[in-house]
Structures are given as structure tokens and as C-alpha cells.
């Protein structure tokens, strides 16, 4: 729920995603460089040099060959908003399950697609790095953070 716009996602497994009821899908923006992409920081970046160095690099890597990149402050509704179609992209490291298990079953439900760094299985328990993409897009944001 986003108390701000009074919107409220939902999804089931295998129904769809939703906002205030009406069904969402995610863009079809395939090409990197018109997509608008989402991103956070960890909190262990002040505390965590590589973290801090990773976060840094990837985002002078990335801001050039995209259209832009926002930052929220909240993973669930960075995904929301991918599942909806506003952002094409996001990715962070360090997250939490409570952070993002909502999110990555709506942005799935409306066809997005969710990874390690690594086009991997994200283990919501234990990953590094998240990416979510609407599918299109995703390996051309993978290569960026390598």
C-alpha cells in the first residue's frame, strides 16, 4: 500500500497483478537506454566499504546508458512500480525478505522478471543483489552490474 496515492497492489500467484483493482503488466521497453530504472542504497554502505564501492560504481555504470534512475527509499514499491509499468527496471543489494517478497510475486504476476546479479534464482533469504525488470530489458541491466 503506497499512503501517499492511496494505491493498493495486490497479486495472487497465477491471477495477475493489480492496483486499486484494475490489472497492471509491466512496460515493453526493451531498449536500455529509454528505460527508466530504480535503484537503492543499503544501509551497510556507510559501514561496509565494498558495499559502498559496489553501489557507487554501479551507479556511475548505469546513469549514462539509461534514461534516468530514481530512488524511492522502499524496495516493495520500487517493484510495484516496475510491475506497473512506470519504472522498466530496478536493482540493490541487501535486502531484506520482508523488504521484497511482496513485491517480487506482483511484479511477476504482471510479467516481470526477478534475479540475482547473475540472471540467477534471487533467494529472497539470502541474496546479494536483486534486478527486476519487466523481462524485456533484463539481461541489458544484468550486463551493467557485472
Not at 24 to 47: H, M, Q
Not at 127 to 132: L, N, P, Q, Y
Request: a negative charge; one cysteine or more.
Amino acid at each position: 500500500y503506497n499512503p501517499v496515492l492511496n494505491d493498493l497492489y495486490h497479486a495472487t500467484k497465477g491471477e495477475g497483478a493489480f492496483l486499486n483493482g484494475q490489472k497492471i503488466a509491466v512496460s515493453k521497453e526493451a531498449d536500455l537506454k529509454r528505460s527508466l530504472i530504480a535503484t537503492g542504497f543499503p544501509y551497510s554502505s556507510d559501514k561496509v566499504p565494498e558495499d559502498f564501492e559496489w553501489v557507487v560504481s554501479r551507479f556511475a555504470r548505469m546513469l549514462p546508458k539509461v534514461q534516468d534512475i530514481r530512488r524511492l527509499g522502499s524496495a516493495s514499491l520500487d517493484l510495484c512500480l516496475t510491475a506497473q509499468g512506470v519504472f522498466d527496471g530496478y536493482y540493490e543489494m541487501n535486502l531484506k525478505p520482508w523488504d521484497v517478497a511482496a513485491g517480487i510475486l506482483i511484479l511477476q504476476e504482471a510479467g516481470g522478471r526477478v534475479s540475482d546479479e547473475q540472471g540467477e534464482f534471487y533467494d529472497i533469504f539470502g541474496g546479494k543483489i536483486i534486478v527486476a525488470s519487466n523481462g524485456a530489458n533484463h539481461q541489458a541491466i544484468i550486463d551493467q552490474l557485472r
